[in-house]
């Protein structure tokens, strides 16, 4: 079955910025939803940023202004773009891609603010 694979964290200063990007693995259909959640040790996932196929996006109170999320139709990917990053950001960073008839979650990838 098709996966999503998520890459661009690491390790980054306070301050700084990366571009995380979701892919899915193979050939599919297109999404209807896509998203960005995170999860820090012993802490609950969270819903960070969310993107329609009509292009409507809403974000996390706790990231809105240094965040930005969009999508590439051309190649069903999907991007969040982290700026201005806090040490209270370092988490699991997974994105989430909803089609009419499925729902698929990818492994997720480590984000570490950390000087």
């Known amino acids: 079955q098709v996966q999503l694979v998520e890459s661009g964290g690491g390790l980054v200063q306070p301050g700084g910025s990366l571009r995380l990007s979701c892919a899915p693995s193979?050939?599919?259909?297109?999404?209807?939803?896509m998203a960005w959640y995170r999860q820090a040790p012993g802490k609950q996932r969270d819903l960070v940023a969310r993107i329609t196929s009509s292009g409507s996006t809403n974000y996390a109170d706790f990231v809105k202004g240094r965040f930005t999320i969009s999508g590439d139709k051309v190649k069903n990917t999907w991007y969040l773009q982290m700026n201005s990053l806090k040490p209270e950001d370092t988490a699991v960073y997974s994105c989430y891609g909803k089609q009419i008839l499925s729902d698929y979650w990818g492994q997720g990838t480590q984000v570490t603010v950390s000087s």
């Open positions: 193979g050939s599919t259909s297109r999404f209807l939803i």
